[in-house]
């Protein structure tokens, strides 16, 4: 942890490569993906350098991912917690935002410049996914969020709001679609404070997005992905607009076509068990979770192939490293920190005994969620 690659620090020094060595692992190897993970959290590998950029992304994999399998005594709480607040931009007068910037946080120390001479911020790179990553880290080391300038994340968040309900993830900005909207609402819903964004606004925007054959694009007229979906189903969970597991209710109603939803997530079973994102497009991890939290909230996830969906989820299954476990992207390939999350995720809705349970509208667990 202290030295200059941790991963609470920069990392450029090349890790060296182990020789590729088959595991013999047949079931979920709880014991090697924990030291997957505290290998990240000790040494981020020079392959990341690239990622600087995420960084804290990159530490919401790792320390959320050691939480779902019970293993945060790997990690120094108070230590990540400073870590964590050394990166959220504060406003030099706290007031109603006449400037137009977002205070939230910086995803790494490339995107985060000193403040000018008079204590103002000369370039504020804060940014909603990485907003959206440091409050879910402090949630999951149980972080007091009292302590937390929530009321200037939440007013200045308005800035980033457009007219049509969308977000932008930066005040400059940049693209808006649904992956923002997401992180604004988790956001809102961890801070317990929706005054930073317009609800009503951001529904039409999601139902907006529905495409004619049930899924959801990442913006009106796109393509249905299994990425948009979910943002698109779990940001109308948090903000209240969706009950709960929808389809066991006696006289459901709803603001999206359900049925035509529930039918799109299910053919997106490949028939190598696991999920694609996309029609004619390979089954790839991460999608177990995009779409089987989709199918979690809905209240279908019974309706999958549950076995065949374990069985592709240990093809990926890092079997390259005795010691090291973790998950890639396709079947037999190597492992990397998104995928393994998200494999860690998926596990736990099929409910592996060695995981915790999944609060799926956050991607953190269930105790981390409602931790006060």
């Known amino acids: 942890m202290d030295s ?4 609470l620090e920069d990392s450029s020094t090349p890790s060296p490569s182990p020789s590729p060595s088959p595991s013999s692992s047949s079931g979920f190897d709880r014991d090697r993906h924990v030291r997957f993970l505290e290998m990240m959290y000790q040494l981020l590998p020079f392959q990341y350098q690239t990622q600087e950029i995420n960084h804290l992304t990159l530490a919401y994999f790792v320390i959320s991912g050691l939480e779902l399998l019970g293993a945060m005594d790997r ?22 935002n006449p400037t137009g910037e977002f205070y939230g946080f910086c995803g790494s ?22 907003t959206y990553c440091a409050l879910a880290i402090l949630k999951v080391i149980g972080y007091d969020f009292s302590n937390i300038d929530s009321e200037s994340i939440a007013i200045s968040m308005r800035n980033l709001q457009q007219s049509d309900g969308s977000f932008v993830p930066i005040h400059i900005g940049a693209e808006a679609d649904l992956r923002f909207i997401y992180c604004a609402a988790a956001i809102c819903y961890m801070l317990e404070n929706w005054s930073g964004m317009d609800k009503q606004k951001t529904k039409t925007y999601i139902l907006n997005c529905q495409s004619y054959d049930g899924g959801f694009g990442l913006t009106p007229g796109s393509e249905s992905h299994g990425g ?11 903000m209240g607009f969706i009950e709960d597991d929808l389809l066991s209710r006696d006289n459901p109603s709803s603001i999206i076509n359900v ?22 497009k390979p089954a790839d991890t991460c999608y177990a979770f995009w779409i ?80 006060i």
């Not at 200059?4 to 991963?7: E, Q």
């Not at 990166?87 to 007031?95: E, R, Y």
Request: proline share 5%; net charge negative.
């Open 228 to 238: 948009g979906t979910y943002c698109a189903i779990a940001s109308l969970r948090l």
């Open 109 to 130: 120390r490339s995107s985060q410049f000193p403040p000018g001479e008079n204590g103002d911020l000369i370039h504020n790179g804060s940014h909603l996914a990485s």
């Open 4 to 7: 200059d690659s941790s991963l």
């Open 75 to 96: 990690v120094d709480k108070d230590k990540i917690a400073n870590w964590v607040l050394s990166f959220q931009a504060l406003p030099t007068i706290k007031a109603e």
């Open 259 to 280: 049925p035509l939803l529930l039918e799109w997530c299910l053919q997106k079973q490949a028939a190598d068990g696991g999920f694609q994102g996309r029609p004619n």
């Open 292 to 371: 089987g939290s989709t199918l979690r909230i809905l209240g279908g996830l019974d309706f999958i192939d549950k076995k065949a969906l374990k069985a592709f989820l240990l093809t990926c299954q890092s079997k390259f490293f005795l010691q090291y476990g973790g998950f890639s992207k396709f079947p037999m390939d190597f492992p990397d920190l998104y995928h393994s999350y998200y494999g860690f995720t998926a596990f736990s809705l099929l409910e592996e005994p060695d995981i915790n349970s999944l609060f799926v509208e956050l991607g953190i667990t269930d105790v981390s969620a409602w931790r």
